[in-house]
């Protein structure tokens, strides 16, 4: 019984030894004569205290504290690091309020990080007014990372879009904040490419551009509990752009919210591409005076002066169910599709979408689909076939 009760203890203060463990070394950039008075580039310091921290192998944390504002300009921080860093933001980032540079770039970069996580109440701005004719600077980059955590910060008026995610696996980005006018040129939320396994949750977009935006070679995406607006919806592509070959697989957006945005969920491609994105569950959204609540688009073109194209991403398996609310525009089921590669399994369930202006009625735009349609779907929508 004794040992039985020695033994507990002994594994109860492992368990807290280990969880101090993880807790690890803590670096301050102050230890490393940040400035921290949002006038001063504090690049430097934040370059030193990274390479501390990366160096560590105590799971440790770089501080950025809070009640403070740095000043970076361009910088990035590169792994592999010795162990799985966190750093935590809660002071402000701010970026400098003059165009520094003429070619796209980020302003702070993570790169080759694995485990990383980013958590914090800070904020980052990236002054982005002055940026937004010449658009080319995005914020807050991730490219070649596994298993990364983004929690609590806030993102502002970035130059371009504003997380960025390219080739990384397994990463949650957990109530992040992302604000910019509802007018400002490609501040996208978050956009990835060539990434899998991204769980994005209890997010605030308020954006210019799309609230997420799934660009090809990226699977297993799920957004949930998110609300977004202004901003052009969550979309996927465009893909299949200068006759590439696209692949994206298996997307879910559950339990999210629109107002007043451009699209709800959306998937867009050029004509002339080719590949395919298949898998997708839209599922229980609300939908407030949005433009287009459901969209698919296989003629995607900007410009305006496409050719017809028979070669088109192929787009399969999307199912809509459970949306509700207005559409300011009476056209709110759009789903146009290419004549030679029409759109299949499209299963369409539940659907309420009304005009926020009383006197129109909405009404479903559909061309080259195959789907099936259950419960109440309003606007009436006819599909070629199953
Ligand atoms: C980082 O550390 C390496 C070697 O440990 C050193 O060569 C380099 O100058 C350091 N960089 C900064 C910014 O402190
Ligand atoms: C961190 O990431 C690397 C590479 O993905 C992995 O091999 C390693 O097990 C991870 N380390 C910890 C402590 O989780
Ligand atoms: C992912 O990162 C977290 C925290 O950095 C770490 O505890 C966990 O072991 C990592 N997972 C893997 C599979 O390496
Ligand atoms: C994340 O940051 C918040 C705000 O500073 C802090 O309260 C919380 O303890 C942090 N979470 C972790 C797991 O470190
Ligand atoms: C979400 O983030 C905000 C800002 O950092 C923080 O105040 C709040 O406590 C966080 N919510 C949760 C549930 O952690
Ligand atoms: C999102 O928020 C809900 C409600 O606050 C919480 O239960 C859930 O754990 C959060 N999701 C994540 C991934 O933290
Ligand atoms: C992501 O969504 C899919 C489809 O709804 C679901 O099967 C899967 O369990 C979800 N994954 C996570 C980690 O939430
Ligand atoms: C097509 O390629 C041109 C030249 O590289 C580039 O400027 C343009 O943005 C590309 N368009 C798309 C849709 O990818
Ligand atoms: C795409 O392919 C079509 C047909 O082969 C060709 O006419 C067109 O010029 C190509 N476009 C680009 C941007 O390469
Ligand atoms: C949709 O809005 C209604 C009423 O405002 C609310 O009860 C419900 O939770 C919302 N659903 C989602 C998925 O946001
Ligand atoms: C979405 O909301 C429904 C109903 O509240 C709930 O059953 C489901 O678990 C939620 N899904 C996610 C992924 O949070
Ligand atoms: C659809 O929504 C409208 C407006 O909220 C409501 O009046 C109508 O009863 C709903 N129809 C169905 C079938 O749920």
């Given amino acids: 019984m004794r040992i039985f009760f020695v033994l507990l203890l002994l594994l109860v203060f492992s368990a807290v030894q280990s969880a101090a463990g993880r807790q690890g070394k803590r670096y301050s950039v102050m230890d490393f004569h940040a400035a921290g008075d949002g006038s001063t580039d504090d690049a430097k310091a934040f370059a030193a205290t990274w390479n501390a921290t990366c160096g560590d192998s105590s799971s440790p944390t770089m501080v950025i504290p809070g009640g403070r504002t740095f000043l970076l300009s361009q910088i990035r921080l590169s792994g592999p690091c010795k162990s799985p860093v966190t750093v935590q933001l809660d002071g402000n980032i701010v970026a400098p309020n003059v165009i520094w540079t003429t070619t796209a770039a980020n302003l702070l970069t993570f790169y080759r990080v694995n485990n990383l996580t980013v958590n914090g109440s800070g904020q980052m701005d990236g002054n982005g007014a002055i940026w937004w004719t010449c658009f080319n600077k995005k914020l807050l980059a991730f490219a070649s990372c596994n298993n990364l955590s983004v929690k609590n910060i806030h993102l502002k008026d970035s130059p371009d879009k504003h997380m960025t995610l390219f080739r990384c696996s397994q990463v949650q980005v957990n109530n992040v904040s992302v604000r910019a006018p509802g007018k400002s040129p490609n501040t996208d939320g978050i956009t990835m490419a060539f990434s899998d396994h991204v769980y994005i949750s209890n997010c605030s977009f308020k954006t210019g551009d799309d609230c997420v935006s799934i660009l090809s070679g990226t699977s297993d995406v799920n957004i949930t509990n998110s609300a977004c607006g202004p901003g052009h919806g969550i979309s996927v592509g465009s893909l299949g752009g200068n006759n590439t070959t696209a692949l994206v697989e298996r997307i879910t957006v559950s339990n999210c919210s ?86 299949r399994g499209i299963y369409l369930d539940n659907i309420n979408l009304s005009c926020s202006r009383h006197t129109a009625r909405t009404r479903a735009t559909i061309s080259n689909a195959y789907g099936t349609i259950a419960g109440t779907v309003k606007p009436h929508v006819q599909f070629l076939g199953a």
């Avoid at 399969?316 to 709110?332: E, L, M, Q, V, Y």
Wanted: hydrophobic share 35%.
């Fill in 258 to 343: 629109f107002s007043k945005t451009m699209t709800g969920v959306r998937i867009k491609s050029w004509q002339g591409g080719s590949g395919k994105a298949n898998g997708f569950l839209f599922e229980n959204l609300n939908m407030t005076d949005v433009q287009y609540p459901i969209d698919i688009d296989q003629f995607y073109c900007p410009p305006g002066n496409c050719p017809p194209q028979d070669s088109a991403v192929a787009i399969s398996d999307a199912r809509f169910i459970n949306i509700h609310g207005t559409s300011s525009n009476p056209k709110a089921i759009r789903i146009l599709c290419s004549q030679s590669v029409q759109c």
